[in-house]
């Protein structure tokens, strides 16, 4: 079984450093995990559970790590030049990369509060 918490935070620590601010620097520059709003981390708390939960075998079966799980579903469901697709693992990546498109890209901002908001 994989740990949804343990996926969670690394898919939010990809979505921080790979974020970037209004003048173009990186959110982790000035951001941490604590700093993200409770609504975007419960967002994505449900999609990577959902994600997760309908791909269990086939991320077993990749042997990629939890933490790369996370940073994986950050990055292919946002389009970066990076994720599951390019790991080398034929058509499971690829179909891990398929299983990504139905959730879209998220965006990060900062909000007028000070927290990070999807």
Request: aromatic share 8%; hydrophobic share 35%; charged share 25%.
């Amino acid at each position: 079984m994989l740990n949804i918490d343990h996926i969670v935070r690394h898919y939010l620590v990809a979505a921080l450093w790979s974020s970037t601010d209004e003048h173009g620097e990186p959110l982790d520059h000035a951001y941490d995990l604590d700093s993200i709003a409770a609504e975007t981390r419960q967002a994505a708390r449900r999609d990577c559970a959902d994600f997760v939960n309908a791909n269990q075998t086939l991320l077993i079966d990749s042997g990629i790590p939890e933490e790369q799980i996370g940073h994986d579903f950050w990055l292919t469901r946002n389009g970066h030049g990076a994720g599951f697709w390019d790991r080398g693992l034929g058509d499971i990546g690829q179909a891990l990369t398929e299983q990504c498109r139905p959730y879209g890209e998220v965006n990060l901002y900062v909000g007028d509060d000070g927290l990070v908001h999807a």
